[in-house]
């Protein structure tokens, strides 16, 4: 704040900056920097800004800031307070103050701004730091108010569009999954059916061999395993839609079941399963195990040794012929 010299008189009292701000001397008109900013706050009578004068004058804002307070003091310059907004408030206006021929000071000194407190009178806020130009007090300015919503609403677009970017990238892969899985569904389909129809021909061929050679029991045993390919067929065919690759055999797989079965029983002659036990062995279903079961029965080379639960052993020399196990000793 510029040093004040006051001279008393009898009609008036005129006060000057004792500093290069002003010059009572010569007439009130400062010298210095000081100058720069008188001519272009008086070429704006209107009102202008401190980042309009400090750019008309050439010199900073703290400069156009102190030349200022001491115009202010000294009657020489009004300042007009910043209206407030809704995301801050508008810089503060300043305006040149015409002296008076009688006593050559304003004669609206008194609508300057009074500082009751004694401090130095308050300053425009540096517009690109958004912090007093003198005291350094921070003081958000407009400017940075807006920077830092812009900068809000900026990161929120980014983020919506990540968010977006990641749901389309999944539902991509969600559709690259399904067309994968048709595929490997399609491929079992295939597989299933070649397996089907290769085992099916081959018992054909050898029933056909049979019927050539009029042999009934092996006619007979053909004719049931082709019935059991028929059926094998209709379901996989009911189930082609929701059939899943699966990691070790597939029980409905057709292949020759019942020299399997009877390949089990001979292995252990002197133990009972019953369906379930062996086709958890063979990976087979328990009802075509069950069918096999009562082939092997029906053709003498397996005996149901128990109804409830069902129990079968592979026959034996000691078996009789009412179907009935001899007592042996194990």
């Known amino acids: 704040m510029a040093n004040i010299n006051t001279t008393v008189t009898a009609g008036t009292a005129t006060t000057a900056p004792a500093d290069s701000a002003t010059d009572g001397a010569a007439g009130g008109r400062p010298t210095g920097a000081a100058e720069a900013v008188w001519d272009a706050l008086n070429a704006a009578p209107d009102?202008?800004?401190?980042?309009?004068?400090?750019?008309a004058s050439g010199v900073s804002r703290a400069t156009v800031t102190k030349a200022l307070t001491a115009f202010a003091d000294a009657g020489l310059a009004v300042r007009s307070p910043g209206q407030g907004t809704g995301r801050g408030r508008t810089p503060d206006?300043?305006?040149?103050?015409a002296p008076t021929a009688a006593t050559g000071t304003s004669d609206n000194h008194a609508a300057a701004p009074a500082d009751d407190s004694g401090t130095d009178a308050p300053t425009a806020p540096d517009a690109t730091t958004g912090t007093d130009a003198t005291s350094g007090t921070g003081v958000i300015s407009p400017d940075t108010l807006a920077?830092?919503?812009?900068?809000?609403?900026?990161?929120?677009?980014?983020?919506?569009?990540?968010?977006?970017?990641?749901r389309k990238a999944q539902e991509e892969e969600a559709e690259r999954r399904a067309?994968?899985?048709?595929?490997?569904?399609?491929?079992?389909?295939?597989?299933?059916?070649?397996?089907?129809?290769?085992?099916?021909?081959?018992t054909v061929t050898t029933t056909l061999a049979a019927i050539a050679a009029d042999d009934d029991e092996r006619i007979t045993r053909g004719m049931e395993d082709i019935a059991r390919?028929?059926?094998?067929?209709?379901?996989?065919?009911?189930?082609?839609?929701?059939?899943?690759?699966?990691?070790?055999?597939?029980?409905?797989?057709?292949?020759?079941?019942?020299?399997?079965?009877?390949?089990h029983l001979s292995t252990y002659p002197d133990k009972e399963f019953t369906p379930g036990e062996i086709a958890k062995v063979l990976d087979r279903s328990s009802g075509a195990i069950a069918n096999a079961l009562d082939t092997l029965v029906g053709c003498g080379e397996a005996v149901l040794t128990c109804e409830r639960p069902r129990r079968f052993r592979a026959a034996n020399p000691a078996t009789t012929e009412t179907g009935d196990v001899a007592n042996t000793t194990e």
Not at 47 to 55: D, K, N, Q, S, Y
């Open 179 to 202: 067309r994968v899985d048709a595929e490997l569904r399609k491929v079992e389909q295939r597989e299933t059916a070649r397996v089907i129809l290769t085992d099916l021909l081959g």
């Open 147 to 166: 920077t830092a919503m812009r900068v809000l609403s900026d990161e929120a677009d980014r983020r919506a569009a990540a968010a977006e970017s990641l």
């Open 229 to 263: 390919y028929a059926g094998s067929v209709r379901r996989t065919q009911r189930g082609t839609g929701t059939r899943t690759a699966r990691a070790t055999g597939d029980r409905s797989a057709p292949s020759p079941l019942r020299p399997l079965v009877a390949g």
């Open 93 to 97: 206006v300043w305006a040149p103050v």
């Open 47 to 55: 009102g202008v800004t401190v980042a309009a004068l400090a750019e």
